[in-house]
């Protein structure tokens, strides 16, 4: 992956000008220059957005990263640790219509929340009440059979967990994370280290495998 295709999956509303958004046109030509491209990976470092991924050192390659982990991998990655991030209030839920819901929408990853070989799910019981009130709220915010809602709290959720690991663990994946969605606020988070590193692993071998 060059530099090119590497800022062209990043989300527009990362390049700013003096707090503004770029406008699309400029962005558009940006992308499309040399220079151009070499402006926009300044901005992101100056900015103080990214180090670990785009600043230079020796033996670094932003690309490499970039490719082992493309944006759908994140995607079913976050939605993953989303998931698992809401074991408390998953296990904890037993009205038929919600569970039923849940299964649907999570297929397989519904089964990754009930098991306590990957995460115990012990957490105080302020949170996992918080945890359970967000998940009934986007249960209850789908039109019909759409999980969107729910699927979105598990996704955002997870990106949370992801990048509060990698801020210790892989500094340039916490940020590339980042950059390929708009900006969100940080929030709780819930997972210990090792269930959030098995996933990553795992994730990470079935490409391999594949």
């Not at 090119?4 to 962005?27: H, I």
């Not at 990698?166 to 950059?179: I, T």
């Not at 969100?184 to 391999?208: D, F, Q």
Request: aromatic share 4%; glycine share 8%.
């Amino acid at each position: 992956m060059t530099l090119q295709a590497l800022l062209a999956e990043v989300e527009p509303d990362w390049f700013r000008d003096g707090g503004e958004p770029l406008p699309a046109d400029l962005l558009r030509r940006a992308r499309g220059s040399r220079l151009g491209r070499r402006l926009l990976a300044r901005g992101l470092i100056t900015d103080g957005l990214v180090d670990a991924l785009l600043a230079p050192r020796p033996g670094h390659d932003p690309a490499t990263l970039a490719m082992r982990w493309p944006k759908a991998r994140i995607a079913r990655l976050t939605r993953d640790l989303g998931v698992l991030a809401h074991a408390p209030a998953i296990r904890g839920e037993v009205r038929r219509e919600p569970v039923r819901r849940l299964k649907r929408a999570l297929g397989n990853s519904y089964l990754l929340a009930l098991d306590p070989s990957v995460w115990d799910a012990r957490l105080p019981a302020a949170a996992v009440r918080e945890l359970a009130t967000g998940m009934e709220q986007a249960l209850a915010g789908g039109q019909g059979d759409d999980d969107t809602p729910v699927l979105d709290l598990f996704a955002c959720q997870g990106r949370q967990e992801l990048r509060a690991w990698a801020a210790h663990r892989d500094p340039a994946l916490g940020e590339w994370v980042a950059l390929l969605h708009p900006r969100e606020p940080a929030t709780p988070t819930y997972l210990p280290e090792r269930p959030v590193l098995l996933l990553c692993t795992h994730h990470e071998t079935r490409a391999a495998r594949a």
